[in-house]
């Protein structure tokens, strides 16, 4: 008997794996297999078959012990209030006692006399904002941190929906800030905060009424609120009217040709 010229070597693993999975337990069994040659006819044996070896430590890691008890994580979930010391510091403020003072017919004229503000006016009831140049859909005006949302936006001679007399505070943010409200506010923000909507039952009934006029134009505006509450039930009410006639100059409007 003389071994097959071309004697080759070759191991072959074999891999078992239990009911947890592939990646649980794991054994090797190493075969080595040779070719040899008796009476000219090439025959193959197995030489040598490996006990079982154990498996790296990476695979032969027991599955953590799992809690079948039942007991459900306690989740705490905080909310934000949307406060403006959270997110964005307003450059300018104007609080009601400011605003008793500087309000006029429409919030672009409102903020005009601001730093950097300018008011886009098409008359008397029409005005939005301008902040440093910019205005328009540039500058978002927003009433309880909600877009307006009327056609001001895309044509200066109409008028903001938001009025002036019926604000509480009003807040004007810069700069970075403004990110915050969406790429529609690059300019600026300028949000009116009337309290339409009544964050805690008032304990007693209070009111306001503002009553306004101005000789030029015979302009006439009138506003008025009311805040109450009973119980769990908070409830508000307010209404403006304005109502002006057309300007007059000195001299005549038309020059002889």
């Not at 605003?99 to 006016?121: C, M, Q, W, Y």
Request: contains cysteine; negative net charge.
């Amino acid at each position: 008997m003389k071994r097959f010229p071309s004697e080759k070597e070759i191991c072959y693993i074999v891999t078992f794996f239990d009911r947890d999975g592939p990646w649980r337990r794991a054994s090797h069994v190493a075969c080595l297999f040779v070719y040899w040659e008796k009476d000219n006819e090439p025959e193959t044996t197995v030489l040598l078959a490996a006990a079982p070896l154990l498996a790296t430590a990476a695979l032969a890691q027991e599955a953590p012990a799992t809690d079948d008890s039942g007991a459900i994580e306690e989740i705490v979930v905080l909310a934000h209030p949307l406060s403006r010391e959270g997110l964005a510091q307003a450059a300018d403020v104007m609080e009601a006692d400011e605003l008793d003072r500087k309000a006029v017919d429409n919030i672009g004229a409102t903020v005009g006399n601001e730093p950097g503000i300018h008011n886009s006016s098409y008359g008397v009831g029409a005005g939005r904002p301008v902040i440093h140049g910019m205005g328009g859909a540039r500058v978002r005006v927003m009433e309880d941190r909600i877009d307006t949302l009327d056609v001001s936006v895309s044509s200066g001679d109409h008028a903001v929906t938001v009025d002036p007399f019926v604000a509480e505070r009003v807040e004007v943010l810069k700069g970075s800030s403004t990110l915050l409200y969406g790429s529609g506010a690059i300019g600026g923000v300028v949000d009116v905060q009337t309290g339409r909507i009544p964050q805690e039952v008032p304990e007693h009934i209070s009111g306001a009424l503002a009553l306004r006029g101005s000789d030029n134009g015979s302009g006439r505006n009138g506003s008025f609120r009311l805040d109450g509450g009973a119980g769990n039930i908070a409830w508000h009410l307010d209404a403006f009217a304005r109502e002006s006639d057309d300007y007059d100059i000195p001299g005549f409007a038309e020059s002889a040709a």
